[in-house]
């Protein structure tokens, strides 16, 4: 029995555009309430969310098979992606990747030896049902999925190393960190913040590998899906929850 298909990675393969949800909530119950939703997938944030090893395992066995689950840890460090991968969660988002030696080590990681670095303890891991996948070491490379986030001057300077990777399946691009970087805090909206993001969403995007982005504003989604962008972040739990409380409580006082 091989490892389980990643339906997410085959997609992006195939160039179809994927949208998801950022999940900071730290909730196994929103999680779960989420995942009928109707997303492609959903992101359990390590960086910026209270997302501990344990709380990511809760989310994905919660999610299930109804959408993709994605993890992103809140460092780029190998000890984060062999946890992660035992826990049966196959597309990892690495974030702040500044050089071509970082996003070449988190390729390692991805995968077992001798293409890679992985540690082997799969017969104790979910992610071959506790050793009952049995082809699961010979087979889970092909089914892993690593984007790395790009979200510096430094890291789009690595980009073009980068996209002649092996083993990179897409490059996503922080908007927000990347805007401070550049001297626009808070201001992605800034011109030359947006030039700097859409020149590297083409590179991307002309390599070969999947683009992803995240944006609140539906318009703006829109217009990355036609660029070619396919994985695509379009809100958050957060976000959802306070703006949607505020403006039902705002719309029934006004009444």
Aim: charged share 15%.
């Amino acid at each position: 029995m091989p490892a389980p298909k990643n339906h997410l990675k085959a997609a992006l393969a195939a160039k179809t555009p994927q949208y998801g949800l950022w999940l900071n909530l730290a909730s196994a119950y929103s999680a779960e309430a989420l995942a009928g939703a109707g997303y492609d997938w959903l992101l359990i944030d390590g960086e910026h969310g209270p997302n501990a090893i344990p709380d990511m395992l809760a989310q994905a066995q919660t999610i299930g098979t109804r959408c993709n689950v994605v993890v992103r840890p809140p460092v780029g460090e190998v000890r984060m992606i062999k946890q992660i991968l035992d826990l049966g969660v196959q597309t990892i988002l690495v974030p702040m990747i500044e050089t071509a030696e970082h996003a070449a080590q988190m390729v390692a990681a991805m995968h077992y030896p001798p293409k890679g670095t992985r540690g082997v303890g799969a017969a104790v891991a979910r992610a071959s049902d506790f050793g009952r996948i049995t082809d699961y070491l010979t087979t889970a490379n092909a089914e892993t999925c690593l984007i790395l986030q790009l979200e510096s001057r430094a890291g789009l300077a690595a980009l073009p190393a980068i996209l002649e990777m092996e083993g990179v399946d897409g490059v996503f691009i922080g908007p927000s960190d990347l805007a401070a970087d550049m001297g626009f805090p808070g201001n992605t909206a800034a011109p030359e913040v947006q030039s700097a993001i859409d020149t590297a969403l083409r590179a991307i995007i002309a390599s070969g590998k999947s683009a992803g982005i995240l944006t609140f504003d539906p318009a703006a989604a829109a217009r990355y899906r036609d660029m070619g962008v396919t994985f695509i972040g379009i809100g958050g739990d957060i976000a959802i929850l306070v703006k949607g409380a505020a403006a039902l409580v705002q719309k029934v006082r006004e009444s």
